[in-house]
């Protein structure tokens, strides 16, 4: 059975970095047909797509997002993770990194973790 699990800080202060990991347990992120997403939710707010990294290693981006964000993957430790540039107070949420299937459906979330962008 396949599990997502987000880790990182759970404050930031404005104009830093935030830096988030997922570790799948369960499957490989290499897998043919799936990509690794994040998504985040502020409050208030639906559900904001950051980006995605398909099994080939290759990444697309929210327009809204892609100046400031990086997403990469380490296949040894079977894990991806997420980097938002120049943070501010908008950027706090509950990111959300999941795992997007051949059907196109979000089928496997981590629990989210909360991120605060707070000085």
């Known amino acids: 059975q396949v599990q997502l699990q987000e880790s990182g800080p759970g404050l930031v202060k404005p104009s830093q970095t935030l830096s988030l990991t997922c570790t799948v347990s369960?499957?490989?992120?290499?897998?043919?047909?799936?990509?690794w997403t994040w998504i985040r939710q502020s409050p208030g707010k639906g559900l904001d797509w950051m980006g995605v990294?398909?099994?080939?290693?290759?990444?697309y981006f929210s327009p809204s997002l892609e100046s400031r964000t990086t997403i990469s993957r380490d296949t040894s430790k079977n894990q991806f993770s997420l980097q938002l540039n120049s943070v501010t107070p908008d950027d706090t949420a509950v990111y959300y990194c999941?795992?997007?299937?051949?059907?196109?459906?979000?089928?496997?979330w981590g629990q989210g973790t909360q991120v605060t962008v707070s000085s």
């Open positions: 999941a795992r997007l299937n051949r059907e196109s459906d979000y089928d496997i």
């Open positions: 369960g499957g490989s992120i290499t897998t043919n047909y799936y990509a």
């Open positions: 990294i398909h099994d080939d290693g290759i990444t």
